[in-house]
């Protein structure tokens, strides 16, 4: 009966750009995946170098989804401070970045956003970068963190809609 309420989760990246695609061609906007700084930026929801969503202060049940091993409906917990919802312990999203280990290692203008096209030397298997850690994590509570990122082959989908 939650099926309409669910975030969709666990999702091959190939039918999640599929999806960008469809609704791109759908009605001329250009959808895409935000890259990684940008998912980071929104998930502190104007809180600088916050920890969470909503601060520094540790997660609880009330404030994330880290005790179910399941996601939970959207709009479970309190928005951030831009209004998005689980930005961190129901899915993982999928970013554009692919991952390499050595993504914050670079120059100090790549450390801002440091994107890496799928072409480029360095990255492990093929991999993208999924960011807002998973439920199910209560033993484990530092994956509820903006700044998690991990190497995914399924994820969620977070859409960002620009021009052109």
Do not use: K
Request: charged residues 25%; aromatic residues 12%; negative net charge.
């Amino acid at each position: 009966p939650l099926a309409d309420e669910l975030p969709m989760a666990e999702i091959p990246r190939d039918q999640a750009v599929a999806f960008l695609e469809f609704l791109s061609d759908l009605d001329g906007e250009r959808y895409r995946f935000p890259t990684e700084a940008e998912w980071e930026y929104a998930a502190r929801g104007g809180i600088e170098g916050a920890a969470f969503p909503w601060g520094q202060e540790t997660p609880d049940p009330g404030r994330c989804n880290y005790e179910h091993s399941q996601p939970v409906p959207v709009a479970s917990y309190p928005p951030n401070g831009f209004g998005l919802f689980e930005m961190v312990g129901n899915v993982q999203e999928w970013t554009a970045d692919a991952y390499s280990e050595t993504a914050y290692s670079r120059t100090p203008l790549e450390v801002t956003d440091p994107w890496v096209s799928e072409g480029d030397e360095g990255i492990e298997g093929g991999l993208f970068v999924a960011r807002g850690a998973s439920p199910g994590l209560s033993f484990c509570l530092h994956y509820m963190r903006t700044a998690l990122r991990v190497a995914a082959h399924r994820a969620s989908i977070r859409v960002v809609a620009s021009e052109g």
